[in-house]
């Protein structure tokens, strides 16, 4: 998340990838005590250093009324394609991570870890609902389907492209060549039924930066410092103490 919301182009768009980062960072704190409580194992050789692990955003004050959850969508039309592309990338890791904690928290054995997982699944489908609530609803389901294309062939190319191991790189190389080859399947369809051309729907000759994992300690750090009491209020942010008492997650609790 780090890696797109720090080349992220749309302002707004940045904003809520920060804001549910923070949030995420204390997941990745509250599974590394788990970690640690059940296998007595150490974070750091998971995250390799590339990043801090420590508190974020207390999950206790994560949960909020479905009101806050809205966010004004881009304009198709006008973003930048590596919006759509961070879009994209953004709303599929946080649904598969939703639907992971929810098909397969409940099956351990620990009761606490049941509990953990069932309460940041709670956390995660709000992320799901703000961050998919980021996509222009007026691009039509054909549109949709071959950005998605795209942009799993640019995903498996930013794989490929900082992956080290020559044999793990070609299979890399290898997906990215099929989602190409969805991806003009998808042009041609479009152009077919739609009578647009693909080159009118992305608007772009590239698509950088590329996806990298690496070190995020500094901005993380920052993120959280200049952020942390940021609450989400009419599709805005603002610090908790500029929050009306009429905000619908106060009323509900």
Same mark, same amino acid.
């Given at each position: 998340?780090?890696?797109?919301?720090?080349?992220?182009?749309? @302002? $707004?768009?940045?904003?809520?990838?920060? #804001? !549910?980062?923070?949030?995420?960072?204390?997941? =990745?704190?509250?599974?590394?005590?788990?970690?640690?409580?059940? +296998?007595?194992?150490?974070?750091?050789?998971?995250?390799?250093?590339?990043?801090?692990? /420590?508190?974020?955003? @207390?999950?206790?004050?994560?949960?909020?009324?479905?009101?806050?959850?809205?966010?004004?969508?881009?304009? /198709?039309?006008?973003?930048?394609?590596?919006?759509?592309?961070? $879009?994209?990338? &953004?709303? !599929? %890791?946080?649904?598969?991570? +939703?639907?992971? *904690?929810?098909?397969? %928290?409940?099956?351990?054995?620990?009761?606490?870890?049941?509990?953990?997982?069932?309460?940041?699944? +709670?956390?995660?489908?709000?992320?799901?609902?703000?961050?998919?609530?980021? %996509?222009? @609803?007026?691009?039509?389901?054909?549109?949709?389907?071959?950005?998605?294309?795209?942009?799993?062939?640019? &995903? *498996?190319?930013?794989?490929?492209?900082?992956? /080290?191991?020559?044999?793990?790189?070609?299979?890399?190389?290898?997906?990215?060549?099929?989602?190409?080859?969805?991806?003009?399947?998808?042009?041609? =369809?479009?152009? /077919?039924?739609?009578?647009?051309?693909?080159?009118?729907?992305?608007?772009? +000759?590239?698509?950088?930066?590329?996806? &990298? #994992?690496?070190?995020?300690?500094? *901005?993380?750090?920052?993120?959280?410092?200049?952020? =942390?009491?940021?609450?989400?209020?009419?599709?805005?942010?603002?610090?908790?103490?500029?929050?009306?008492?009429?905000?619908?997650?106060?009323?509900?609790?």
């Amino acid at each position: 998340m780090r890696c797109l919301a720090k080349n992220e182009p749309d @302002p $707004y768009v940045r904003q809520t990838l920060d #804001f !549910a980062l923070i949030e995420d960072f204390d997941h =990745l704190y509250r599974y590394s005590c788990l970690y640690d409580y059940l +296998e007595e194992g150490d974070p750091d050789n998971v995250v390799q250093s590339k990043t801090e692990v /420590k508190p974020g955003r @207390p999950t206790s004050i994560e949960h909020r009324h479905p009101d806050d959850s809205m966010r004004t969508h881009y304009d /198709k039309d006008t973003a930048d394609i590596k919006t759509r592309m961070n $879009y994209l990338t &953004i709303v !599929a %890791g946080e649904q598969q991570t +939703e639907l992971f *904690y929810k098909s397969h %928290g409940f099956m351990y054995e620990d009761e606490l870890t049941r509990n953990l997982f069932a309460e940041i699944a +709670e956390i995660e489908e709000q992320h799901v609902t703000q961050y998919g609530l980021l %996509g222009d @609803p007026r691009e039509t389901m054909l549109e949709k389907l071959t950005m998605m294309q795209l942009c799993e062939a640019y &995903i *498996y190319n930013s794989c490929a492209q900082s992956e /080290k191991d020559s044999r793990i790189r070609g299979i890399w190389e290898d997906f990215a060549k099929m989602e190409y080859t969805h991806f003009q399947a998808c042009a041609d =369809l479009l152009m /077919k039924y739609e009578k647009r051309d693909i080159r009118d729907v992305v608007k772009a +000759e590239t698509i950088e930066p590329l996806v &990298i #994992f690496e070190q995020n300690k500094e *901005y993380v750090n920052e993120v959280i410092e200049n952020q =942390l009491d940021l609450s989400p209020h009419d599709m805005q942010y603002k610090k908790l103490r500029d929050v009306p008492d009429s905000w619908s997650t106060t009323k509900a609790k």
